[in-house]
Nanobody, 120 residues
């Protein structure tokens, strides 16, 4: 198991930017983990925002393509989500996730989440 801690959420106006970070414990093995960001909007199910495998190409939810960028620094056991051109509909709690196997809601290691609020 790996412990994950997110940071970087907050309140921003529409069109603005935020950068989320997620730092993992057990730094020696983080490079073997698939990493991802999910979000959960009020009253909705948690959804995948972006994912990145070890040395793999990133994948994105269609709703954030061209605006969000996921990246990782395995030397620091850290996952990032750069969010640009934010929209009010991006408002949600954002969760960092990691897993050595395929990502899944039931099987992931999760952070506690960080709130992102985009005002219009």
């Amino acid at each position: 198991q790996v412990q994950l801690v997110e940071s970087g959420g907050g309140l921003v106006q529409a069109g603005g930017s935020l950068r989320l970070s997620c730092t993992a414990s057990r730094t020696q093995i983080f490079s073997y983990y698939n990493g991802a960001w999910y979000r959960q909007k009020s009253g909705q199910q948690r959804e995948l925002v972006a994912a990145i495998a070890p040395a793999g190409s990133p994948e994105y939810n269609d709703s954030v393509k061209g605006r969000f960028t996921i990246s990782r620094d395995d030397t620091k056991s850290t996952l990032f989500l750069q969010m640009n051109m934010l929209k009010p509909e991006d408002t949600a709690v954002y969760y960092c996730a990691a897993r050595t196997g395929p990502l899944s809601l039931a099987g992931n290691n999760w952070g506690r989440g960080t709130q992102v609020t985009v005002s219009s």
